[in-house]
């Protein structure tokens, strides 16, 4: 029986759910204990993830579409992105097939915090790893944990769909060459003063510059963007450093495939945005968030401060479409978890 929570009612927060999948990785293999029921975790004071943040992470979503079968988005790019995170941060990768299998016995232990369709919540699936044996020099850790846990999530942005305002970040969330294009925990760590300040200020986020030049749009704390210009091209960042955003690769394809639209992917320069006629903010948790003003040091660079935009919403019913099954998806797209 589904759990009584007030499915419309909540938003991007934590609650606890019954099971979480877990795996060690120890003496160069990993070992599979399952799901369990402890939501807690003990290590060593001195856990490689505790003193050198060696760790990262995945986010994806279950849903419960209109026929009401239980499916996921695209878990094998989560699974994809996760096995460079870790390559990158000197982890032991956890095998790609694995990891979805282990998406979908989570989200079947967890069945009943799967929010019914029409709700406009989803259960928010969260695959994570980190160095778990202590480490005091600065080396990667030899023992690994791999978990997966789920909480049900409403809209990231307070007021869903409602136009946001960023601002431009004088603060950087990732180095030329550094870790911005893994999904990395220290890069949040990183950006939490950031969000801070920009909270502080009255922004929803911070659009972060690239860091070499400052002269180019990178993508927000947990999103990338995507603009459309006059002729309603969609146009999306090109960056070394920034996430490779999901959602984003598939509003591409959904511009292109459904929606008969010309797409881009390049450099912007930030003198560009007032060019714009839309931008939004794109990934798992945002969704796809119109951005309705874009603060520049004082001065606004201003969008749509009443709705999402025409090609943003067309953007947003195809891919939630697909998502719960209103729609036909590409082949590939639907992991189904419980017919
Ligand atoms: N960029 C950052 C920094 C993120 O944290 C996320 C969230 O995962 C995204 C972009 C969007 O990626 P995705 O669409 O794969 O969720
Ligand atoms: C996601 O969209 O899954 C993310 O990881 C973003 C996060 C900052 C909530």
């Known amino acids: ?7 419309t009612k909540i938003g991007f927060s934590y609650i606890k759910t019954d099971k ?12 599979d204990l399952g799901l369990i029921d402890d939501d807690k975790i003990i290590l060593n004071e001195s856990a490689g993830v505790l003193q050198y943040a060696q760790t990262c992470f995945e986010g994806l979503k279950a849903y419960t579409t209109v026929d009401n079968k239980i499916v996921c988005f695209r878990p094998d790019l989560n699974a994809e992105r996760m096995y460079d995170s870790c390559t990158y941060l000197e982890m032991p ?6 990891f979805v299998e282990a998406i979908v016995k989570t989200v079947e232990g967890n069945i009943d915090y799967v929010p019914p369709y029409g709700t406009g919540a989803t259960l928010y699936i969260r695959p994570y790893m980190f160095g ?8 990667p850790a030899d023992e690994y944990q791999f978990r997966i846990f789920t909480t049900p999530v409403g809209p990231y942005f307070k007021g869903g769909a409602k136009p946001i305002v960023i601002r431009i970040s004088d603060f950087d969330r990732a180095a030329p060459k550094g870790t911005g294009h893994i999904k990395a925990g220290l890069n949040y ?21 690239d860091p070499a030049t400052r002269t180019k749009v990178e993508e927000t704390g947990g999103a990338n963007f995507i603009f459309v210009d006059k ?21 591409l394809y959904v511009a292109e495939h459904y929606l008969n639209l010309k797409v881009e992917t390049r450099e912007i320069f930030k003198e560009e945005l007032k060019d714009f006629k839309e931008c939004a903010l794109c990934g798992t948790a945002a969704v796809l968030s119109p951005v309705g003003k874009i603060n520049d040091h004082g001065e606004d660079i201003t969008y749509n401060m009443d709705s999402m ?6 953007l947003y019913d195809t891919l939630i479409g697909i998502q719960l099954g209103t729609i036909e998806a590409p082949k590939g797209w639907i992991k189904v978890i419980k017919e």
């Open 93 to 98: 990768p956890y095998d790609k097939d694995k």
């Open 309 to 314: 935009g025409e090609i943003t919403k067309k």
């Open 231 to 251: 002729n309603n091209t969609v146009i999306t960042p090109k960056s070394t450093s920034i996430l490779p955003s999901i959602t984003r690769r598939s509003l």
């Open 132 to 139: 778990s044996n202590p480490v005091i020099g600065v080396k």
């Open 1 to 7: 029986m589904k759990k009584d929570i007030e499915w």
């Open 189 to 209: 760590a990183m950006s939490l003063h950031a969000i801070v300040d920009a909270h502080n200020k009255g922004y929803a986020e911070n659009m972060y510059l």
């Open 20 to 31: 979480r999948f877990v795996s060690n990785y120890k003496d160069g293999s990993w070992h």
